[in-house]
């Protein structure tokens, strides 16, 4: 469903925006929708016969991952679309990440049929990517699934620049029994292209902090890594949204991948929670000031690094490479935010 502002409602044909921005600029705009959204829609995906592209966000992967697609796909086979691949430094080798999606995605219960590497936001790999997809899509319609924020408007815009040039090609259709806009792009045959809406996930740091802040914490441009040398007590703050502890451990350094944009605060273990009580908002931001009395709680987990090269990561904000084993770490996040641990990315 799209919503329709009330200026629209005084003319003759009612669009909602999505449409509008379909019909007028060939552009396709996220929509987000409930989980019962898209459980029916991953049931039709079952029930229909097709590729599914799954996008994903490479600086967010576990974030913008969505669990149970496996579960509803039937025998349609999954090609995996990493995007924002200009976010990560140039030194990570594509073959590498290529390498370590398809084993996350295994990890995850998911068997793509090949993975491609794009940046929507620069065009990069898109050529590739369409490739791919006339590859393995057999001549059948072609289903795009991600999650709000990974970008996946912008890919398939991208797809419609290139494959239309500039035509108003696209129409909407419904999926049987569902009332959501599901935006049917012809291909060059009788069959569709097919963007869903897009899925929240609801434990992306995403869903606690306001646009303004949004537009921090989410990386524009590629990442500089900032390194801290750290002894055992002492605590790293990003903003006032997460807060890391090495606990106990040798001397070490610690890599942390964020948005540039985003403040990272050093302190002692034992002075980081009056810190937080008291400059939470202000020193440490964001979030602001005027919206620490809604922002959730931060909640603590410990974990003890078994391998050397682990990344710790706060879903929807970044991550923190630990390079030695041994260490004792404590993660704090906004209640209902996952953190986690993972084989290293870069």
């Not at 679309?81 to 030194?91: A, C, E, Q, R, T």
């Not at 001397?251 to 929670?273: M, V």
Request: hydrophobic share 40%; charged share 25%.
């Amino acid at each position: 469903m799209g919503y329709a502002p009330p200026s629209a409602l005084q003319k003759e044909e009612i669009i909602c925006q999505r449409c509008f921005r379909l019909k007028h600029y060939n552009e396709v705009q996220d929509v987000p929708l409930t989980d019962d959204d898209f459980l029916k829609i991953l049931n039709e995906l079952g029930d229909s016969e097709g590729l599914i592209v799954k996008v994903v966000d490479i600086f967010d992967f576990n974030g913008s991952w969505l669990p149970g697609l496996h579960r509803f796909v039937g025998s349609n086979p999954i090609l995996l679309i990493g995007n924002k691949v200009d976010l990560l430094p140039k030194s990570v080798k594509h073959s590498k990440l290529i390498h370590w999606m398809k084993h996350e995605a295994s990890q995850l219960g998911l068997k793509p049929i090949d993975v491609q590497l794009v940046s929507a936001a620069k065009g990069q790999g898109i050529g590739e990517a369409i490739e791919a997809i006339e590859e393995y899509r057999n001549g059948k319609d072609v289903y795009v699934v991600g999650c709000t924020n990974v970008g996946k408007s912008t890919f398939i815009n991208r797809i419609i620049k290139h494959v239309s040039g500039e035509q108003d090609v696209i129409t909407t259709s419904h999926f049987p029994g569902t009332t959501l806009d599901m935006i049917q792009i012809p291909l060059d045959d009788e069959e569709s292209l097919i963007d869903t809406p897009g899925i929240i996930n609801h434990h992306q740091m995403a869903h606690f902090v306001d646009k303004q802040d949004l537009k921090i914490i989410t990386p524009k441009k590629e990442i500089k890594p900032r390194t801290f040398q750290l002894n055992p007590e002492q605590t790293l703050f990003f903003g006032g949204l997460a807060r890391f502890d090495f606990m106990a451990g040798e001397r070490q350094p610690f890599t942390c991948y964020f948005s540039n944009e985003l403040s990272i605060h050093r302190t002692k273990i034992e002075k980081a929670d009056e810190l937080y009580k008291n400059h939470a908002g202000e020193l440490l931001q964001p979030p602001r000031k005027d919206d620490m009395d809604t922002f959730p709680p931060l909640v603590r987990h410990e974990f003890r690094i078994k391998e050397a090269k682990t990344d710790i990561v706060f879903s929807g904000l970044g991550w923190i490479t630990v390079n030695d084993a041994g260490a004792t770490i404590a993660a704090h996040v906004p209640k209902g935010v996952s953190v986690f641990l993972r084989k290293s990315l870069i």
